[in-house]
């Protein structure tokens, strides 16, 4: 048989692999749901809730469903962004009137769980204050912390919402349940009122305080600011018996939220001690990355008690901030595992403690992340046209290396997988994944 006889039939029955191959792809070819099957299931997913095991499936079914759907165009993006903003107020809701309230309610089954307390301004609100109650171990109730920060709230045109831990505990705020309660609070408040996402705060008292120092650094993402009042983040002890440090995941988080820390030399419950090492972190890495507005408010002869001046005499320093969503520089230290996105970053799979820094250039339409203390496997960038040119080629490099360089493709699976975080400013219709 001649070399030429040869390579033709091998040509041949390449084509006839080819041929069969095509054929199996379009019998398999995923169908691209209509548009009004579209439509159904964006309404559906924003309605789910999300905290459960039955909503994160169905929502995972619906994103599946509509990964067929063609890239977007800049018709049919604004078409679901105005569709999603209306639809992200469909979810689950809180009570709309003022007093006592339970998250959690049954009266066939004789439950009530998860109390909080709705005051402020309950009608046409500005924002969202969280107050944390005091307490420890086997004490703690919102009725006083709703009391002393309402003047507070009215005077800023805020909602206030006064939570009380699900279990009294000397952690109570951090307890598995009830941070998750809080946040859940906070989605839910974003949906039964029309408050502006970007105006959410964290405040507290002694344990409250504690709270909002630890929930604040947690969720900095979801935060305008926070005012601790004589209460301090959990430190951690050295050999010599000092406190060296305060506990991960809290203060290289704050790098873009104000913070405004009270305490008094003479506090007895709570001594001054952990929050004097809280700001000198604090100072600390503000020399290592920059920014960090916060400001530490020491004074003498107050014990355990408000500051001069009272609590709006703090919370005035930090009231009328305004979060900034798509900063230009994120610091990121995970510490909880159900905690996935965090400002424009998606991690899903984070290294827990190490710390993360990610830098913007708008101008080089470019985004450079150093990891250090771990890996960054299953890291991903959420992306929209108020951070980059998403019709140019966005370069994104991590540890100093290119893993990605191109025009980011605008999908409907992306845009409703961010609406789903459960805050309109986080919306977006890319996500480049980094591995």
Not at 66 to 77: F, G, H, K, Y
Not at 258 to 267: L, V
Not at 391 to 398: D, G, S
């Amino acid at each position: 048989m001649s070399a030429n006889m040869s390579l033709q039939r091998a040509l041949a029955a390449a084509l006839l692999v080819g041929a069969s191959l095509l054929t199996l792809s379009a019998s398999q070819e995923v169908k691209v749901p209509s548009a009004g099957a579209q439509k159904k299931l964006v309404e559906e997913y924003l309605k789910l809730d999300a905290w459960t095991p039955e909503g994160v499936s169905r929502r995972s079914e619906i994103l599946k469903a509509v990964e067929s759907v063609p890239p977007l165009t800049d018709r049919t993006l604004k078409s679901w962004l105005k569709l999603m903003e209306k639809g992200s107020g469909k979810g689950p809701e809180l009570e709309k009137t003022s007093g006592r309230h339970y998250f959690w309610s049954d009266p066939k089954e004789d439950v009530e769980k998860g109390l909080y307390i709705i005051g402020g301004k309950t009608k046409g609100p500005k924002g969202l204050l969280i107050a944390m109650h005091g307490g420890g171990a086997g004490s703690g109730d919102a009725g006083p912390a709703a009391s002393s920060w309402e003047g507070t709230a009215k005077d800023h045109d805020l909602l206030l919402i006064a939570p009380e831990v699900i279990e009294k505990t000397e952690h109570g705020w951090t307890d598995t349940g009830t941070e998750e309660f809080v946040i859940q609070l906070i989605e839910r408040a974003l949906r039964t009122f029309d408050i502006d996402p970007g105006r959410v705060y964290l405040a507290g008292h002694s344990m409250g305080g504690y709270g909002t120092w630890t929930l604040g650094g947690h969720h900095a993402d979801r935060v305008a600011g926070l005012t601790p009042s004589a209460g301090a983040p959990t430190p951690i002890t050295g050999v010599s018996g000092d406190f060296e440090r305060i506990v991960e995941g809290i203060i290289p988080n704050l790098y873009n939220v104000p913070i405004r820390i009270y305490q008094s030399d003479d506090d007895v419950q709570v001594p001054p001690e952990a929050n004097r090492v809280a700001a000198k972190q604090l100072e600390a890495a503000q020399k290592a990355y920059g920014g960090f507005d916060f400001e530490y408010w020491e004074v003498s002869g107050r014990g355990h008690n408000a500051p001069p001046g009272g609590y709006s005499a703090l919370f005035d320093k930090v009231g009328e901030r305004r979060r900034v969503s798509r900063p230009t520089r994120i610091v990121w230290q995970p510490e909880l595992v159900w905690k996935h996105d965090f400002y424009w970053l998606h991690w899903p799979e984070s290294s827990k403690r190490a710390i993360l820094t990610a830098d913007l250039d708008r101008e080089k339409n470019e985004i450079k992340i150093l990891v250090t203390g771990g890996g960054s496997h299953g890291l991903s960038v959420w992306l929209d046209d108020q951070m980059v040119d998403m019709e140019k080629e966005v370069t994104i490099y991590v540890g100093g290396a290119e893993v990605f360089k191109g025009v980011p493709v605008r999908t409907l699976t992306a845009l409703l997988e961010s609406a789903g975080r459960g805050d309109s400013e986080y919306m977006f219709p890319a996500r480049v994944d980094l591995d």
